[in-house]
């Protein structure tokens, strides 16, 4: 005889599994916002990525220079993950941005060839590709408040990069941030901290060649 009948609820016959990327509970500052991209190991999918994450860090009240920084660091991390963590087109790039509401999380992974020494890998000037400059660390590491990389040697490579907009006096709205002088290019200042470097880290706008 049904449940029904003996006049208790009837409790659905399987609760609704909760699927794997689903949004998890609101957090402190509030409701948990994700996006997250599968992407082919092909350069041209940089630019797909870097224009897809700020157009996400545009929820937060980012500066427009702020966003140019998370594009930069952005291109930087997804060029790695296709050059050096594969280094063929047949990879899969994950780029995974998240925020609750003050705080922004971009996470970049490969399951490509993975990282020796990361340690040596994060200093500046430092590259195992003669042809390349061997500053994308450093670019990742100016442009986002914190910069975390995970990497094991033929398993791949995670880097998660943190930034909160920064406080700014009389913007309240992110309509007025966007309209500051700020502009829309890296801030000099953070390109100056992106350590021992000469004039043409002024050049590095566009990314990925670092
Ligand atoms: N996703 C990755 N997989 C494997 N190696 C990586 C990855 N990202 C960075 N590396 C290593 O770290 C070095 C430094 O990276 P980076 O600072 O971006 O400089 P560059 O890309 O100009 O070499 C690279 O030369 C490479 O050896
Ligand atoms: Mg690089």
Known sequence: MAPRDQGRPVPPPHPRPQRPHEPGPAGAAGTQRWMELHLPSLPENVGIARVAVAAFAGQLPFTLSEIEEIKVAVSEAVTNAIVHGYGHPHGI???????????L?????DR????EDVEQARQPAFSTDPERMGMGFAFMEAF????????????GTTV???KRPRPQEGTGSPEERAGTPAGSEPDPARLEAAAGLGDGAREAG?????
Do not use: F, K, P, Q
Request: with cysteine; net charge neutral; aromatic share 2%.
């Open 93 to 103: 790039v994950t780029v995974r941005a998240e925020h609750n509401g003050s705080r």
């Open 105 to 109: 999380l971009v996470v970049v992974r």
């Open 112 to 115: 490509g060839r993975g990282i």
């Open 144 to 155: 986002m408040d914190e910069v975390g990389v995970e990497s094991a040697v033929g398993e």
């Open 160 to 162: 998660c990069l943190y």
């Open 206 to 210: 566009s990314g990925g060649r670092h």
